[in-house]
C-alpha cells in the first residue's frame, strides 16, 4: 500500500487547490446563491478545459480514461472554497451511468459534449416515498410505436434544474421495490416539467414531471430492465465523490477554526489556550482524518477489486460523512460563537454543504443499513 | 415527595388550552399549526390579546398587571402555550428588563416602563454583547462619559441586539469607569432606540431569518435618570438577569413541541411504501429522544418546586440552559433525519415539502445558536464545574 501522490496527482491538486483559491473563493459560492442557475457556465466550460469533467471518460469521448481517484482529489479541493459548478451531479452522478451503461453511440452522442462543457446530464432516480432507495420506482415505461413512453415524478434531481438531459429511472417491468424490471431512458430537457428548487446548501435540484413522454428506443442507456445496477454504480461513485467534497469540507472548517482560536481573545487569553477548547478541536481533526482515510477507500475501490467491498467501503465513508463530517461541521460553529450562527460569516454555508451532502444521496440510517446487510448475515424475511 | 398535580391545576389546564383554542387567530392558529416562523409584530399582536386575559406575563405580580398565579398555575400557563405553539413573546422586556426593574429600579422607573411592557406598546431588546466581549461579557467597552448636565454620552457598539429593528429602547451594560476591575465599572443604562446617533444594522442568522442586530453608539445622550442601580453597579444586575436568561433557554415546553412534531412526522412519512413510524429504528430514536426530555422536565419541575417554596436555585437548575439547549438541537436534527431527502429543502414555494417539513431545516440550522447564547456551554461547564461541584481554578 502507497498513499502519496504520483507527480501528476499532485500537478492536479496543486491547480485545484490554486484555482479555488483564486479562481473560486468562497464569497463566489455566496453570490451565486442568490443566482438562478447558481453556477456559471463559462467557469464550467474553464473545468472542461482543464480537463476535469473528462478526467474519469474514455478517450475516444475526449477523455482522459484517469481513476475516480484523480477526480476525487479535484473534487476534494473544490469542496474547501464550496465551489458551486455541478461536477458532482453532471459528471459524477450522470457520467457515471452513461459511461457505464451507454453504448458507443450515446456516449459518443452525450458524453463527449459533456466532457466538453456544453451538455449537462442529471440523474433522475428518487421518488417521493422512495426514501433513498432507486429501486422504489412508480414511474413507468410502456411500449410504444416509437419506442418508449413514459409517466411519472421524479424528486430532488441533484443539478436538475440547469440539465439538458434528464437520465430517467422507469419500470418496464415488476414492481417497486424490486431491483429487476428498472430501465434507464435519456430524456431531454424540453419534453418534461422541471420545477427548480432551491436546497439547504444554497444549491438548487429540481422536482420533474412526466406525462406520456415519448422515448425513442435508442435512448434506453443498458438492457431492459437492467438499470438498477447501472444506478447503483453512478450512486456509489457519487457517494465517492461526496466524501471526498466532504474531506475538502471538513478539513476547511477545521482549518478556520484553528485560525479562530488562535486569534481570538477573551477573558485576556486567546480562546485557544482553553483546554475544553483545545481538547475539541483535537476531536475535529481527528473525525477530519477518519473521514479523509474512508473517502481514499471508497475512491480507489471504485475502480479496483471486488463489487461487494467497494459497496462496504462507500457505505461506510458516508457514514463516516454524517457522523465524523457534520461533527466537524457542528463544532465549527459552536467554537466560533455568535458570529458562527450568522449568515455573515462563512462557517455556516460549510455546515449546510456538509448537511445536504450527508443527506442528498443517503442518509447514515440509509449507509448504515447496506453496510450492516452487506457484513451480517442476511436477516430471516419478516 | 408528591407528584400529583391538584384537581384545581387541572382545571387551570383546561381553562388555559380551551381558551387559547379560542383566542388565538386564525392566521396566527394557522402558521402554530406548521411551527412557521413568527415575525415579530405577529408576536406583539399575540400578547396584546394575553394581555387583555391578563396573561401576557405569568411571572408578574399583580401591582404589575401579572395574574397573580401560583408558581405551578405559572408553569401551567407558560407550558400550554408553548405546547399549542403560539407566538414567543419577545422575552427581553416581559421576562428580563420588566423584572429586573421590579427589583432595582426607581418607583419612577417601574411606573414609566412596566406599564408599556407588558401591554406590549413598547419593545425592548438587549445591549449586552460586543464584538470582542462575548463570553467574557465583562471586559465590554461600549463608554459612557459624563457631558456637562450630568447626562451619559455612549459611544461603542453593540452586537446580536436581537430584535433591535423593532424596539423602542434597549436596556445596555456600559463602562462608566475604565479604571480598576473590570466588573466594577459597569452601569446599566436603558436608552430610547429613536435617539439621535444610534444606527440599527440587521443581520442574517444561519437560519436565514433576521433576528440579529448590530447596533452601533455615536455621542447617544441618555438622561442620568435612565441610570437602574448604582453608578458601577450594573455587572450584579447584569449577573441576575442572565440567572434568568439561562433558566429561559430551557424551552421544555417548545421542545415537547418538537417532539409532538418529530412523531407526526414519523407518521406521515412513508419509505418504501412503510410509514417510518413502524420502523423499529425511527421508534427508538424517538423514544431516545423523548427520555431525554421527559429528564429534562423533571430537573425543571424540580427547580420550579424550590421556586414554589422560596428556595434559591439548586443543582438542578444549573443543568437546565445545558441540556436544554442540547436537546433542542436534537429534536430539530432527528427531524431533519425523518424527513429523508426533504431535509434538503430551503425557503422554497409552499407545495414542494409539506407544510409540516417546510421550517425544520431552517429551524435546524437557527438552533445550533442555542448552545451558544446565553452564555455558551462551555461557559456553563465552567460555572457548574467550579461552583457546583466545587473543583479547584487555575
Known sequence: MRFDLSQDQKMLVDTAASFAKKSSPVARARRLRADPRGFEPAVWKQMAELGWLGLCFPEEVGGFAGRFIDLALVIEQLGATLVPEPILPAVVLGGTALAAGGNPEQRGRWLAPLAAGDLLVALAVWERGGRFDPTWCETRAEKSAKGWRLTGEKAWVPGGHAADLFLVAARTGGAPGEAAGVSLFAVDRAALTVEPVTTIDGRRAAMIRLASVDVAADRRIGGEGQGAELIARALETGCAGAAAEATGIAQAVLDMTLDYLKTREQFGALI???????????????????????????????????????????????????????????????????????????????????????????????????????TQPARVAS | ???????????????????????????????????????????????????????????????????????????????????????????????????????????????????????AEEVWCQGYSEPNAGSDLASLRTAATRDAAGNFVINGQKTWTTYAQYADWIFCLVRTDARGKKQEGISFLLIDMKTPGIE???????????????????????????????????????KALLGHERTLIASVGASGRAVR??????????????????????????????????????????????????????????????????????????????????????????????????????????????????????????????????????
Not at chain 1, 454555508?349 to 451532502?357: H, P, T
Not at chain 2, 410509514?275 to 425543571?300: F, K, T, W, Y
Request: aromatic share 8%.
Open chain 2, 261 to 394: 412534531r418529530v412523531k407526526r412526522i414519523a407518521e406521515e412519512t412513508r419509505a418504501s411504501g412503510r410509514r417510518l413510524i413502524d420502523d423499529p429504528l425511527v421508534r427508538s430514536r424517538i423514544a431516545a429522544l423523548e427520555i431525554r426530555l421527559r429528564g429534562l422536565q423533571m430537573a425543571n419541575y424540580r427547580a420550579l418546586a424550590g421556586a414554589q417554596h422560596g428556595k434559591a436555585p439548586g443543582p438542578e437548575s444549573s443543568i437546565l440552559k445545558l441540556r436544554g439547549s442540547e436537546v433542542t438541537q436534537q429534536c430539530f436534527e432527528l427531524a431533519m433525519e425523518l424527513m429523508g431527502e426533504d431535509a434538503l429543502t430551503w425557503f422554497n414555494e409552499p407545495g414542494v415539502v409539506p407544510p409540516i417539513e417546510e421550517w425544520v431545516p431552517s429551524s435546524f440550522c437557527y438552533t445550533r445558536a442555542t448552545t451558544i447564547y446565553g452564555g455558551s456551554n462551555e461557559i456553563q461547564k465552567n460555572v457548574i464545574a467550579k461552583y457546583i461541584l466545587g473543583l479547584p481554578g487555575k
Open chain 1, 272 to 374: 485557544g489556550t482553553f483546554q475544553a477548547l483545545q481538547h475539541r478541536s483535537v476531536e475535529m481533526f481527528v473525525e477530519t482524518e477518519l473521514l479523509r482515510g474512508h473517502s481514499i477507500e471508497a475512491c480507489l475501490r471504485i475502480d479496483e477489486g471486488e463489487p461487494e467491498e467497494r459497496s462496504r467501503a462507500v457505505a461506510a465513508a458516508m457514514v463516516q460523512v454524517a457522523s465524523g463530517g457534520r461533527f466537524v461541521a457542528r463544532q465549527g460553529i459552536q467554537l466560533h460563537g455568535g458570529i458562527g450562527c450568522t449568515d455573515e460569516h462563512d462557517v455556516g454555508l460549510y455546515f449546510k454543504r456538509m448537511q445536504a451532502l450527508s443527506q442528498m444521496l443517503g442518509d447514515e440510517q440509509h449507509h448504515l443499513a447496506r453496510f450492516a446487510d452487506l
Open chain 2, 200 to 238: 440599527v444594522k440587521p443581520m442574517l442568522t444561519i437560519g436565514g431569518t433576521p433576528a440579529f442586530c448590530e447596533t452601533f453608539f455615536t455621542n447617544v445622550v441618555v438622561p442620568a435618570d435612565n441610570l437602574v442601580g448604582p453608578e458601577g453597579g450594573g455587572w450584579t444586575l447584569a
Open chain 2, 1 to 119: 415527595m408528591d407528584l400529583s398535580i391538584s384537581p384545581e391545576h387541572e382545571a387551570f389546564r383546561r381553562q388555559v388550552r380551551a381558551w387559547i383554542a379560542e383566542a388565538l387567530p386564525a392566521d396566527l392558529k394557522a402558521k402554530a399549526e406548521v411551527d412557521a416562523h413568527f415575525e415579530m409584530p405577529e408576536s406583539l399582536r399575540w400578547q396584546k390579546i394575553l394581555h387583555q386575559r391578563g396573561w401576557a406575563a405569568p411571572n408578574w405580580p399583580t401591582e404589575w398587571g401579572g395574574p397573580g398565579l401560583d408558581p405551578t398555575s405559572r408553569f401551567i400557563l407558560t407550558e400550554e402555550l408553548e405546547l399549542a405553539g403560539t407566538p414567543p413573546l419577545s422575552p427581553f422586556g416581559l421576562s428580563m428588563v420588566g423584572p429586573l426593574l421590579m427589583q432595582f429600579g426607581t418607583a419612577a422607573q417601574k411606573q414609566r416602563f412596566l406599564p408599556k411592557i407588558i401591554s
